[in-house]
């Protein structure tokens, strides 16, 4: 892994071999499919089954397609601030919500997004699909909701490394105290590894987003 010094984040092999190993195991039965499709034709030339075998391959290769939008990773990532909680997945704010006690913000990722999970801060503790996080007496807690979430236990809970990986949709709502003045805006595009919210000594304060 890189370190602060360094002008960009990279993604360890070892975690970027797993993403692309899960895509393939994905993408068998399309594979299969579409060798099916081949077979079918040249096999049984008399039955004239040219349009069923052309209909099979389209959809394999679409069904491949699709497969592999689901997985885009990015291979690295600007080195993010040490004083920042980072947004742990890519996709669009969905609402920012809350009262004097909580604040809630709802990021919810289309299959289009981005597959990598990054650690939002140094030393967050996963409970399940959830990652929680103290500075001082405030807590933070990352809730996911998808289908196909999948975490990386050997990789090191450091600030922006990615430590799992969810497919296809879902969402991550981000509960924090309820004093901190976000300048974020629902709608808003969020990359993984961007910054949320900054702060000194252990006290949050607002990005300052320049639209």
């Not at 892994?1 to 993408?27: C, D, E, G, W, Y």
């Not at 939008?69 to 601030?81: D, V």
């Amino acid at each position: 892994m890189s370190t602060p010094r360094n002008k960009f984040l990279f993604t360890h092999i070892s975690i970027l071999r797993k993403i692309k190993t899960a895509q393939f195991v994905r993408q068998i039965p399309a594979i299969i499919l579409l060798w099916a499709s081949f077979l079918l034709n040249y096999a049984f030339p008399a039955l004239e089954l040219y349009t069923l075998a052309l209909i099979i391959a389209l959809t394999a290769i679409v069904w491949n397609l699709f497969i592999s939008m689901n997985y885009r990773f990015k291979r690295r990532i600007p080195t993010p601030p040490e004083n920042a909680i980072l947004s742990p997945l890519q996709g669009k704010i969905r609402f920012i919500r809350g009262n004097e006690e909580t604040l809630l913000l709802s990021i919810r990722k289309i299959f289009l997004d981005r597959v990598e999970i990054r650690a939002p801060l140094d030393n967050c503790r996963r409970e399940e699909d959830m990652l929680k996080l103290t500075l001082g007496d405030k807590n933070y807690s990352f809730r996911f909701n998808a289908k196909n979430i999948r975490w990386f236990d050997y990789a090191e809970m450091k600030s922006g490394n990615v430590i799992g990986t969810m497919v296809g949709s879902g969402t991550c709502t981000v509960s924090m105290p309820g004093n901190s003045k976000l300048e974020l805006v629902e709608g808003r595009l969020l990359d993984s590894g961007e910054p949320i919210l900054e702060f000194e000594d252990d006290q949050p304060q607002a990005v300052i987003i320049i639209e």
